[in-house]
């Protein structure tokens, strides 16, 4: 089975611009994301998908694999899904699954690809999957930039929203505390079909890509991790996350051909 992994990846960021190429541990963040990535067994083969050349520049350098999209892209699901096209052409190669991993998880690991990935190999209906990770703090909780997430008894979503959910308005300090983690595992076909569906009233409300799904009345399937992670959306994110990663124990492994 042809598995890959897609980092879509711009310097134009609207919230924090220039931020794949920021530096932790002297190794850029898009470096981090790639060759933590490319650490997963299950996967075929790991590609940036950018349309900077400043990334480009940088990925050739270092031996990564880069495609290079559009600068038209509003979503990263359709810079993943142009990029999907272009290496089946370069690799003459038809891709199974396609794992959309954000540019801002320096700090995914292998383990977590291969559980967010385990689901579509199991379940023949699952087309699209999602990690969910607990969260430690009710500042976390309360943070709109991270994606909060309720899901039923068969951890299919509910729903997703920048503001904290479930609520606890009613005095209750034990609600779950859930985010998406952006690693998302998509069936080929399902990922191009999914950007044909139209877009969203709530997914444009709250700028969450898989609430297109459930406003089309389809699953998307969480998959816990226990992880510890954290995505980058700000210098402050930024900070924290090179505290995190110090001892880290797989950037020995790549620290040094990443810079």
Known sequence: MNIIAIIPARMGSSRYPGKPLAL????????HVAFRTAMSPI???????T??????DYCQRVGLNCVMTGDHHVRCSTRTAEALLKIEDLTG??????VMVQGDEPMVRPEMIDAAV???LDEAAVNVTNLMAEMETVAEFEDPNEVKVVVDRASDALYF????????????????MRKQVCIIPFRRDYLLRFNEMEESPLEIYESVDMLRILEH???VRMVPTAARTWSVDTPEDLARVARLMEGDDLMAAYADKAR
Do not use: F, N, Y
Request: net charge positive.
């Open 118 to 120: 385990r689901p579509l």
């Open 161 to 176: 929203s920048r503001e904290p959910i479930p609520s606890r308005k009613k005095g209750s300090d034990k609600v779950p």
């Open 93 to 98: 190669q038809r891709a199974d699954i396609v």
């Open 43 to 49: 996967l075929s083969s790991t590609w940036v998908a």
């Open 217 to 219: 009345g389809e699953k």
């Open 24 to 31: 932790i541990h002297h190794v850029p963040m898009v470096g």
């Open 51 to 56: 349309c900077d050349p400043i990334i480009e």
